[in-house]
């Protein structure tokens, strides 16, 4: 009899569990079924959504920059930079930073050396620069398993400056020069950027319907006058052509193209490499373009 008892109680039980669960079910799926009627426009929950994930992005950008700030180079780590190039960087050495962001190091390298803030340094071919050195950032960004100018170094050197990685870069086979058009006297110079580059530009512009002009009535020549040159400025499917005038004689005419870049060119001048010679330089423009010109005269 204990036992039928029993059985009675747990099937009673059994009975009221499903009882109220099966309530809470319905009273679940009402109160569902009430806010979703009760829900507000489209338009609200979108800004709503929209608020919600500003806020998000706004606090990650907060902790994503605190934790960057951790991971640069302190003060400390600059000065010793300092005095590291200060020390030991020569005549025909350059610094290029990596990335290419890291403004500090413009204050941190002694103004008699040039820099470059680039991340195709690859891609430049450094005209009178004997040996680079790499300052980076280990910290925020990393270069990769192949330093830059691998296959143009000859001889290499790493070391840690607290969070800065300097690595000194020894050039092969340094591009030597005779001189350079923007050093010459009245040459009009202007820092200007260059696909994300800031380079130090021979400028040529002229007002529409004016041909611009350069001379030199002696300019030392050798084997060959090569650099860049780009079209700053004016329409995005602007055309401009630059004309090379040797001792007045027939111009060699090079074209370039607002969407061009930093167009690389050389002219051979090995039967004028003896005695100074006049050049001239005349680049027809589009309206509200500017030449950018780097040249520099090879032995």
Do not use: Y
């Not at 590291?84 to 290419?100: C, K, Q, S, Y």
């Not at 270069?143 to 800065?164: E, Y």
Request: aromatic share 4%; proline share 7%; charged share 25%.
């Amino acid at each position: 009899m204990a036992v039928s008892l029993l059985v009675r109680i747990l099937a009673h039980l059994r009975d009221d569990l499903s009882a109220q669960v099966a309530g809470w079910w319905r009273d679940g799926l009402g109160r569902l079924r009430r806010a979703w009627a009760a829900r507000p426009p489209k338009r609200r929950l979108s800004a709503q959504a929209l608020v919600a994930a500003l806020l998000l992005l706004g606090l990650a950008s907060l902790d994503a920059r605190g934790r960057l700030a951790d991971r640069l180079p302190s003060p400390l780590d600059w000065r010793a930079l300092t005095a590291l190039l200060e020390r030991d960087a020569l005549a025909g050495d350059l610094v290029a930073i990596f990335p290419p962001w890291l403004d500090r190091a413009r204050e941190a390298v002694p103004a008699r050396l040039p820099l470059l803030a680039t991340s195709a340094l690859d891609a430049e071919w450094l005209p009178d620069v004997r040996r680079v050195w790499l300052v980076a950032a280990g910290g925020v960004s990393s270069i990769g398993p192949r330093l830059p100018l691998a296959t143009r170094t000859a001889a290499s050197d790493g070391q840690q400056v607290g969070r800065l990685r300097v690595t000194r870069l020894d050039l092969a086979n340094p591009v030597t020069t005779l001189g350079a058009l923007p050093d010459q006297p009245g040459a009009p110079v202007r820092w200007r950027e260059v696909r994300g580059v800031a380079r130090r530009c021979l400028e040529l512009a002229a007002r529409p319907g004016e041909t611009a002009r350069l001379a030199w009535p002696r300019l030392r020549l050798g084997g060959a006058l090569a650099g860049h040159a780009a079209l700053l400025g004016g329409p995005v499917d602007g055309q401009a052509r630059l004309r090379l005038r040797f001792d007045g004689e027939q111009p060699i005419s090079i074209d370039v193209a607002a969407r061009g870049g930093w167009l690389p060119f050389r002219v051979d001048t090995t039967r004028l490499a003896d005695h100074g010679h006049a050049l001239a330089l005349e680049a027809e423009l589009p309206g509200g373009a500017t030449f950018c010109l780097e040249a520099v005269v090879l032995p």
